[in-house]
């Protein structure tokens, strides 16, 4: 069973910069496509950003390009998110999550349910 545990959250003031991270264990994600997602109070969650097991392809919403970034270390079997120019609205609790759908795949997941595996979240807070 694949397991997902992400770390970096915190409070920061908007303009600021934080990195997350999301450890695998149990198995490797080198063949998983892998994403971040976010979910604030009263919205759905709905996805950051994703990139496919080998690197080539990521994705990003439109709130978020040019300010965050998607990385992958698959010898470390972790997945990253940095995250710069904060604003008050990416409050969130950020989850990783691995698409099983998506393994060995060229193609990259938007949608919550093309994912199998999720963490338990980190939570983002942006103070203005």
């Known amino acids: 069973q694949l397991q997902l545990v992400e770390s970096g959250g915190g409070l920061v003031q908007a303009g600021g910069s934080l990195r997350l991270s999301c450890a695998a264990s149990?198995?490797?994600?080198?063949?998983?496509?892998m994403g971040w997602f976010r979910q604030a109070p009263g919205k759905e969650r709905e996805v950051v950003a994703a990139?496919?097991?080998?690197?080539?392809?990521?994705i990003y919403e439109d709130f978020v390009k040019g300010r965050f970034a998607i990385s992958r270390d698959n010898a470390k079997n972790t997945v990253y998110l940095q995250m710069n120019s904060l604003k008050p609205e990416d409050t969130a609790v950020y989850y990783c999550?691995?698409?099983?759908?998506?393994?060995?795949?060229?193609?990259?997941?938007?949608?919550?349910?093309?994912?199998?595996?999720w963490g338990q979240g980190t939570q983002v807070t942006v103070s203005s």
């Open positions: 149990g198995r490797t994600i080198s063949s998983y496509g």
């Open positions: 999550a691995a698409s099983a759908y998506a393994y060995s795949s060229g193609h990259v997941y938007r949608e919550p349910n093309r994912y199998t595996y």
């Open positions: 990139i496919t097991w080998n690197h080539i392809s990521t």
